[in-house]
């Protein structure tokens, strides 16, 4: 079955500290991987995108992404995190083949970034 | 710019009534979708649109129907709701049915149904 980990329900973080927000993936045929984020009472942004090229992806408010294809992972990272960082993100992926423009998502991790 | 927009934000239903939850998007998107978001469980796409004039079961159909309108327009039936069909609806849109493209969403109807 095709699907998509996050492995963290709650990621903590100090202000100024860099931050990952892990994904792994299971899916047939090349995958294209999203990254969104929701902020309370809203619907889901989206951040960046891996289709292909080079396996690091910048995306809005600073954040980026890693692809790792033998790990089958697309961890999210910033730098420097700030207090308007925390929010809930979802690690999505469009597996190859299929007739429309379909997306699995996983769990969600819920990140904190304390003053 | 408005982007998506979902009517009514929030609804409380009671077991056995019908509900119609509206989606409109204005940037000329060719693709939309109806999804549900569970506490835990990510988003589930119950119903697609991936062109005016077509629609197509996602994972979660059972106990729900769509019309796609026109083009902008993509509205979500409940015709007898459920306790079960309690939960955060998304209506979201893209501009293809490509996979590399971004899906844009609205804000999301709070359901309850007793």
């Known amino acids: 079955a095709q699907s998509v980990a996050q492995p963290e329900d709650q990621v903590n973080v100090a202000e100024g500290n860099p931050l990952t927000v892990k994904c792994t993936y299971s899916v047939s045929g090349n995958p294209y991987l999203f990254w969104y984020v929701q902020y309370p009472n809203r619907g889901l942004q989206f951040l960046l995108k891996y289709i292909t090229g080079d396996n690091l992806v910048k995306g809005s408010y600073g954040f980026e992404a890693e692809f790792n294809k033998s790990q089958t992972s697309f961890h999210l990272k910033k730098p420097s995190a700030l207090v308007s960082d925390s929010a809930l993100y979802f690690c999505?992926?469009?597996?190859?083949?299929?007739?429309?423009?379909?997306?699995?998502f996983g769990a969600g991790t819920r990140l904190a970034v304390h003053p | 710019n408005a982007g998506v927009t979902q009517t009514p934000k929030f609804q409380v239903l009671k077991t056995g009534q019908s509900m119609t939850l509206q989606c409109a998007q204005d940037?000329?998107?060719?693709?939309m979708y109806w999804y549900r978001q569970d506490p835990g469980m990510g988003l589930r796409l119950i119903y697609y649109?991936?062109?005016?004039?077509?629609?197509d079961k996602g994972e979660v159909p059972n106990g729900y129907n769509v019309s796609r309108l026109n083009k902008r327009e993509f509205s979500l039936r409940l015709e007898s709701a459920a306790p079960s069909q309690t939960s955060v609806y998304f209506c979201a849109s893209s501009e293809g049915r490509g996979r590399n493209q971004p899906q844009h969403f609205g804000d999301g109807t709070r359901l309850s149904i007793l």
């Open positions: 999505a992926v469009s597996p190859g083949g299929g007739g429309y423009n379909k997306l699995i």
């Open positions: 940037m000329n998107h060719n693709s």
């Open positions: 649109s991936a062109s005016e004039g077509t629609t």
